[in-house]
Nanobody, 124 residues
Framework: QVQLVESGGGLVQAGGSLRLSCAAS????????MGWFRQTPEKEREFVAV????????AYADSVKGRFTISRDNAKNTVYLQMNNLKPEDTAVYYC?????????????????WGQGTQVTVSS
């Protein structure tokens, strides 16, 4: 139905930056929110950021506020996550997700489609 493909992950030194992208394809999604989550072997998948259809409303996890910026380009069905001042604790697999027909949410079960994830590793 809908495929989400993340890109932009990699290895970066603490204090560095990465820009993740997630492109959606497969069907016309209409109005939808797009979010980012992350997961490590030690922690459950956790919310990172979400952006509304218009791009006018965003929400972030406390741990990334001031460092990460989420944005989207609806013409390209793509969401971005600009990650600055990366820390070792940001190391995780990052997943993008789509929430069709709902407002902003931090809850995993409200998201309808998920990507395969992209690895972000921050060295100390």
């Amino acid at each position: 139905q809908v495929q989400l493909v993340e890109s932009g992950g990699g290895l970066v030194q603490a204090g560095g930056s990465l820009r993740l992208s997630c492109a959606a394809s497969g069907r016309t999604l209409g109005v939808y929110s797009m979010g980012w989550f992350r997961q490590t072997p030690e922690k459950e998948r956790e919310f990172v950021a979400v952006i509304s259809w218009s791009g006018g409303t965003t929400a972030y996890a406390d741990s990334v506020k001031g460092r990460f910026t989420i944005s989207r380009d609806n013409a390209k069905n793509t969401v971005y996550l600009q990650m600055n001042n990366l820390k070792p604790e940001d190391t995780a697999v990052y997943y993008c997700a789509v929430n069709v027909g709902y407002g902003l949410t931090r809850t995993r079960s409200f998201y309808d489609y998920w990507g395969q994830g992209t690895q972000v590793t921050v060295s100390s």
